[in-house]
């Protein structure tokens, strides 16, 4: 679903992807667990990326899923004819370009940039990575890099892209190191670790001056993900968001915490790390409590392991040049995600709005939580009047709505 709001929140326009709109189906399928993942406004255009499930209700852990992208008027959402429409794999409409799969196996469409020259669509499938170009006027795939290995135990993901001056930044995780052409280049790890590539935005190859051969690696205590990049007006930082670790030692006493929220500063010639904040324990969003779980270790008394499950997910520049940041706090996981960067497996986190300068100093950071529930925040954007929004989910009460099924929420702040 895409919805479009009004300033008083009110719902004007909105638009169903997939289920019953693609064609080729019998009436009595049921087409569930569409996801729409990310959106770009470019011109007078709406592009939205996500996941067609392409399975009924009878088989929806089976199901053989397929990345999409909609282009879409953005006054009334509804479809832009001459984009998509494509017959291969087997469905689509004008429109809607529904891609091709990655491995065979099933994929999603979960990262968006747009130029005046591409489409630039990153994601997953199976254990590999990819990042494709698209004709912005038709839809049709132009080119293709793949990422990482087809070891069972090998995962990687591309998460967040940003295009400018015709460079191309593809960031995620992967625990498969690989070179500029995707290929592994060493066995696989325990841990994942982010990585950043700088790549011309024409042809998907490497700048190897970026990097080590055209590769960043970022590797801290514990999984290190990047879930979101921007880029500084001047053009000389840029910024992701993710999540990481840091070790810490209090005399004979060794804390390492992993799932810590992380902003890091990076040059965007080199790759080289210029800073990374919040730095833990002193200018921390909280201090740490019972919501990271300890990890039961052989030297538990004095090499203590701490598992939180914090997450900075989605960073915007505003207009005065500060840095907007959403994600959530002080949760727990409880399970694998069903579905990757839904995060269903959490449970009993905040969402949270921070705000900083882009030398890591802190200027606003506030909480919501409605009540006790589970509150996730996804996505984070400047409108108009200088008001920050910010878009997420909660299990708590919300107005009238008292259950506990997710409901989206969209948060406005002051400017």
């Known amino acids: 679903m895409v919805w479009k709001l009004d300033e008083q929140g009110q719902v004007v326009a909105k638009k169903r992807i997939g289920t019953e709109t693609m064609p080729g189906y019998a009436s009595y399928m049921v087409r569930v667990n569409d996801r729409a993942y990310a959106l770009a406004l470019h011109g007078a255009y709406l592009y939205v990326a996500g996941y067609l499930a392409g399975c009924d209700d009878t088989d929806q852990d089976t199901?053989?899923?397929?990345?999409?992208?909609?282009?879409?008027?953005?006054?009334?959402?509804?479809?832009?004819?001459?984009?998509?429409?494509?017959?291969?794999?087997?469905?689509?409409?004008?429109?809607?370009?529904?891609?091709?799969?990655?491995?065979?196996?099933r994929t999603y469409a979960y990262a968006l940039a747009v130029d005046d020259a591409g489409v630039y669509v990153g994601g997953f499938g199976g254990t590999q990575g990819f990042v494709a170009v698209l004709d912005p006027n038709t839809g049709q795939e132009r080119?293709?890099?793949?990422?990482?290995?087809?070891?069972?135990?090998?995962?990687?993901?591309?998460?967040?892209?940003?295009?400018?001056?015709?460079?191309?930044?593809?960031?995620?995780?992967?625990?498969?190191?690989?070179?500029?052409?995707?290929?592994?280049?060493?066995?696989?790890?325990?841990?994942?670790?982010?990585?950043?590539?700088?790549?011309?935005?024409?042809?998907?190859?490497?700048?190897?001056?970026?990097?080590?051969?055209?590769?960043?690696?970022?590797?801290?205590?514990?999984d290190t993900e990047i879930l979101s990049l921007a880029l500084t007006q001047d053009g000389t930082r840029l910024l992701a968001s993710g999540f990481g670790g840091e070790a810490l030692s209090e005399g004979d006493v060794s804390l390492e915490f992993r799932g810590l929220a992380r902003v890091w500063a990076l040059d965007p010639a080199t790759g080289q790390e210029i800073a990374s904040f919040p730095r833990y324990p002193d200018d921390y969003f909280y201090t740490q409590g019972g919501s990271c779980q300890q990890?039961?270790?052989?030297?538990?008394?004095?090499?203590?392991?701490?598992?939180c499950?914090?997450?900075?997910?989605?960073?915007?520049?505003?207009?005065?040049?500060?840095?907007?940041?959403?994600?959530?706090?002080?949760?727990?996981?409880?399970?694998?995600?069903?579905?990757?960067?839904?995060?269903?497996?959490?449970?009993?986190?905040?969402?949270?709005?921070?705000?900083?300068?882009?030398?890591?100093?802190?200027?606003?950071?506030?909480?919501?939580?409605?009540?006790?529930?589970?509150?996730?925040?996804?996505?984070?954007?400047?409108?108009?009047?200088?008001?920050?929004?910010?878009?997420?989910?909660?299990?708590?009460?919300?107005?009238?709505?008292?259950?506990?099924?997710?409901?989206?929420?969209?948060?406005?702040?002051?400017?």
């Open 295 to 307: 990890v039961q270790g052989q030297d538990f008394q004095y090499n203590r392991v701490y598992s």
């Open 63 to 105: 199901c053989e899923g397929y990345p999409f992208v909609a282009k879409l008027n953005p006054s009334d959402l509804s479809y832009v004819q001459g984009f998509g429409g494509n017959s291969d794999p087997g469905f689509g409409q004008p429109g809607v370009a529904v891609l091709a799969q990655t491995s065979f196996q």
């Open 309 to 415: 499950a914090d997450r900075a997910r989605s960073l915007r520049l505003a207009s005065d040049g500060t840095l907007l940041l959403v994600g959530h706090v002080k949760g727990r996981v409880q399970a694998q995600d069903r579905f990757p960067g839904t995060e269903d497996g959490f449970t009993g986190s905040n969402l949270f709005f921070a705000r900083y300068r882009v030398d890591g100093t802190r200027l606003a950071y506030q909480e919501v939580d409605f009540g006790g529930g589970t509150e996730l925040g996804f996505g984070v954007a400047q409108g108009p009047g200088g008001y920050i929004y910010a878009v997420g989910s909660t299990t708590g009460p919300v107005g009238g709505v008292t259950n506990t099924n997710p409901k989206a929420i969209v948060l406005r702040f002051g400017p």
């Open 143 to 222: 080119g293709r890099l793949v990422l990482g290995g087809t070891d069972p135990q090998a995962k990687t993901h591309v998460e967040a892209l940003r295009v400018v001056g015709g460079s191309l930044y593809v960031a995620g995780h992967t625990n498969v190191p690989f070179d500029c052409q995707g290929s592994p280049t060493g066995p696989v790890a325990q841990q994942a670790m982010a990585f950043v590539l700088k790549l011309s935005a024409g042809d998907l190859t490497c700048d190897g001056g970026f990097g080590q051969g055209g590769v960043l690696y970022i590797r801290t205590p514990g």
